[in-house]
């Protein structure tokens, strides 16, 4: 009895913990942009001045997988990844739109200033910086008369740089992360910009939902979309200046009229590599709704993924995982089931009495097992376990930048749909099998028809899905047929003892 | 309002959830009582209510047959009135009904 107690006790301290999980993910983690302080008058729009330059480019920096063009203005104009998963149609993938601001793009409050920053030529002390395993720095200085803006960036090889930004005079400027990355924006998928205060709460703006904000207390101000960001990061709170487009798109800057030391960052949103600049950037990739438990099933994933190498071995592991946590559940089901066949024979009575009356039927199959304390029907809580964990494999493959391209056997990116069809197909079939072997009863002749149905109209939804997540529901089922399947031997086998007796 | 929404999807997952197999131990099934219970009670309560019940259903518990009970104060029926008999209360202590809903 008291062990019993215990498993209670355990089973009550497993929901609370789920109730706070939803909980926190949804009042902690939610963007707070009511709170946000909104000072209009304070700061007026970060005006784009025309640049009367061409935007040459005045420097190239090479690394191993990624390669920077600054240009005239001090800017950088161009940023691409050279790995092949990066490359679409033969071509390697730009992380800079054309759209402004560009990052380490430097704005003046004051007007003659801004002007002349804006028409005047930077110098830099190399044109051309090989990066090969270490970091490299280029200073880019900016001669405005009266004042003079130098710009020291340090390159790493992971796409991390560092800027140090020196006036001669303070005065009031802004400097942009840049523009978010264009390259993957659908309507599927949250894009727009993250910002990190210094207290942990984090404040995310969509695309369309922005208006002038300052937010004082930030540490980290990323732009981003489904799966690549470019951002500044900095241990001590800067102010960060939100300022909408002409699509009210949200615009990043940070405000400051003193020396800056900022870390930035450009490049796919790789938990790995965000984590080894900061562990406060883990943040920036966000999954949208249900993102606090996204995320720590990615670290689960991820996880099994270093044990195997491949991300469609690491999903069947996780079906695995999933199922055997659940196993202790599973098992008394089974031991239930041997108690059970005792009373096959009062089971057949109650069945053909209330053969008509499926209401009933349950009611009277409960009462019996109730009242020889048995109860062999697994209960709701396992089956709805599986929703959060399905639903957070959606999101990962939706948003993480590791799984694109994961390839599995036949298909070449688990995070699309398979295209031979062969994956839903499977699933049908295993849905139907097991169908076919778990008892069932219906309570009204539709839904029965209906239900025969169902493993095709399913196959035909799961087709457009993203691979992985049709993996990870076949190989669930095909566990659900082997454990259904040993449970029918095992009531079968005793059914033959009780033969020969 | 919200609550005829979460009758109408609990509805729809009842339709479907036969492809999952007979799983729930008690009698009425979780989702049967969440529907007596969004019927009866107040809706958060209700929504908790429901919540429970669902975690309850596992090996670790007995199952069997559950009832909702709601606190409910009955007003009284004007002489003549016809009324539509959906539930029955079943009173336990004062003011405590259990739930039992008419098999038509």
Known sequence: MNNKDNLRRIIIATAISFIFFFAYDF??????????PIKKNETKEVKTTKSTLKQEIVATIEAKNYEVKIDELGRINSFILKQNKFNENG????LIPPKLPKPLEVRFENKELNKKAFSTKVSVDKSYIKLSGTKKTLTITQNLGDEVVKKTVTFYPNGRYDVKVILTKPTIYYISPGYRPNVAVDSLTIHGALIKKAD????IIEDGDAKVENINNAIVTAGFDRYYTTLFFSKTPFEAIVTPDDNKNPILFIKSD???????????????????IDSELVDVVQYGVGTFFARNLFLVLDFLYKLVGNWGVAIILLVILVRLLLFPLTFRGMVSMYKLKELAPKMKQIQERYKNDPQKLQMHMMKLYKDHNVNPLGGCLPLLLQIPIFYGIYKLLLYSIELKGAHFLWIKDLSEMDPYFILPVLMGITMYIHQKLTPTNFQDPMQEKVFKFLPVIFTIMMATFPAGLVLYWTTNNILSILQQWIINKVMEGKKLLKAKK | MLRK???????????ISPLFGNKCRYYPTCSTYAIWEFENDNFIIAFFKSFLRILRCNQFFKGGIDYPVVSKKLGSVKFGEKREVNYWYIPI???KFIVIKVDR
């Open chain 2, 5 to 15: 929404i979460v009758i109408k999807l609990i509805n729809a997952y009842k339709f």
């Open chain 2, 93 to 95: 202590k004062k003011n």
């Open chain 1, 27 to 36: 009042f902690v983690l939610q963007p707070s942009i009511k709170n946000a």
């Open chain 1, 200 to 203: 942990g709460t984090l404040e």
């Open chain 1, 258 to 276: 003193k020396n800056l030391n900022l870390i930035g960052y450009i490049g796919p949103k790789y938990v790995d590599t965000l984590r080894s």
């Open chain 1, 91 to 94: 071509k390697h993938l730009e």
